[in-house]
């Protein structure tokens, strides 16, 4: 991570840490670098955002960084991350923008880039843009003629949801879903989507005002979608987070279907039909062993990378796979998105029960999943503390007790000063003993 870019765009408590001069400066920097690369054209932003109140003020802050810097910018409104994506590649533009901070509680935002074609900005492209916003303007700014338009453009949700409805073209008829849209990003497109794809369709927490989105629902928040689900007898529930660049779901008896358990679905189905890309899928440490012991009943090779979806993608890309994802439920199909798309994996989800015709609790019982605990340690130095020997010596210990029973996975934060301790064992019991052993150890260290 940079001064600025986090694993995930810039981020931070908007108006606080996400200045509006900051959001400029970051536009500013990032069309002044495209135009370094290519300065055979005037270079074309989509720019989008998410409901919450500081997502308009900051989009305004962007729309200004671009233009200032010679950018032509269009504004494609509120919609989920991948829909932005989706447009910069739709309409060749050089940038896209999306206002968000996923997940986050209202008071947060982020800045998120696109590069052309839709794809996550590469590590030295970002490392450029964050020179560029340290060294301010070292030439003259457009004047007259050569500052940056601004369009609206009203097509973008009815582009986006007709690319959705290509990629998973079977009929969803006969099932009855119920939508969390966490009046985020997916509140004005979902409802039409699932319709479209014959479904019957209850949309909840799809009413933004700007303060509520994330409050209590989503993903991070599913115990209300649960509820629903039971009461209202439904088949299967969609979980989706503030920008929709991710979804859970619930089976009809309220249990929750995490990102394992989706990835397992759709990748024993992609599999039976050959569309199954070197018979591989993409996951980081963080997925249960019981979805690595499924994959490999499946005859599936499973490719395990660092957190975060951009090494996912990155190697989906390296690799030339077409799916991959995280247990927190980003996934990542390359036939028909270049991120993590909550919407697009909802509809192919629930295409795979449709096509079974067997509910989702019994696709979902392919993955055994382990009791999994986490223990967060606080430490002044995580990657000493990380390193050393003591801490070493204690994990491979666990390992030996846990055999191919279980596994420990030591980590780093990425963001604070604090080593995350994870076990899967047989029992929750015996996680919990292994993982506070070597949490002990951590605290020693």
């Known amino acids: ?6 694993t995930d765009g810039v981020r ?4 606080a840490d996400l200045t509006p001069e900051l959001a400029l400066a970051v536009a500013s920097a990032a069309a002044r670098v495209l135009v370094s690369h290519d300065a055979s054209h005037r270079p074309l932003a989509v720019v989008g955002r998410d409901p919450r109140v500081s997502s308009e003020m900051l989009e305004a802050a962007v729309v200004a960084g671009l233009t200032s810097a010679g950018a032509d910018v269009r504004l494609v409104g ?71 338009r601004v369009s609206v453009d009203y097509n973008g949700a009815d582009l986006y949801t007709g690319h959705l409805l290509a990629a998973a073209p079977g009929s969803l008829a006969g099932l009855r879903v119920v939508v969390d849209c966490a009046h985020g990003a997916a509140s004005y497109v979902a409802g039409d989507l699932f319709a479209r794809a014959g479904a019957s369709v209850q949309i909840v927490a799809g009413e933004p005002t700007g303060e509520n989105i994330n409050d209590g629902v989503g993903s991070t928040h599913i115990e209300s979608l ?23 779901a619930v089976d009809a008896e309220g249990n929750v279907i995490d990102g394992d358990q989706i990835l397992a679905i759709c990748a024993t ?6 569309a199954l890309a070197a018979d591989t899928v993409v996951v980081t440490v963080m997925s249960n062993l019981g979805f690595h012991h499924a994959m490999a009943a499946a005859g599936i090779e499973v490719l395990t990378t660092g957190v975060g979806d951009r090494y996912v993608l990155e190697a989906l890309s390296r690799h030339q796979l077409s799916l991959g994802g995280e247990q927190s439920g980003h996934v990542i199909f390359t036939d ?13 989800l629930l295409d795979c029960v449709a096509k079974a015709g067997r509910p989702l609790a019994e ?17 002044s130095d995580k ?10 010596v204690a994990v491979a210990a666990a390992e030996d007790e846990l055999g191919d029973d279980g596994r420990i996975l030591l980590r780093p934060s990425g963001t604070e000063q604090m080593v995350r301790v994870m076990v899967e064992a047989a029992s929750q019991e015996r996680a919990e003993e292994f993982a506070h052993r070597v949490a002990a150890v951590v605290r020693s260290a």
């Open 78 to 148: 509120v919609l989920p991350t991948p829909a932005v994506a989706y447009l910069t590649g739709r309409y060749q533009a050089d940038l896209g923008v999306m206002l968000s901070a996923s997940h986050n509680p209202m008071p947060d935002n982020g800045v998120k880039l696109f590069a052309q074609g839709g794809s996550k900005l590469p590590d030295e492209i970002e490392a450029e843009i964050e020179a560029a916003i340290e060294a301010g303007w070292t030439r003259p700014r457009p004047t007259g003629a050569d500052i940056g």
């Open 363 to 379: 696709l979902a019982a392919v993955v055994q999943r382990l009791p999994q605990v986490m223990v967060n340690v606080r430490v």
């Open 336 to 348: 028909a998105a270049t991120t993590g798309d909550g919407l697009l994996t909802a509809l192919r």
């Open 269 to 274: 189905d992609l599999k039976r039909r050959g």
């Open 12 to 15: 931070g408590r908007a108006n």
């Open 226 to 248: 649960v509820a629903e689900v039971r009461r209202s007898g439904a088949d299967a529930g969609i979980a989706l987070d503030g920008d929709a660049d991710r979804c859970l």
């Open 383 to 392: 990657a000493a503390v990380a390193a050393s020997h003591a801490v070493q």
């Open 1 to 6: 991570m940079g001064k600025y870019f986090g």
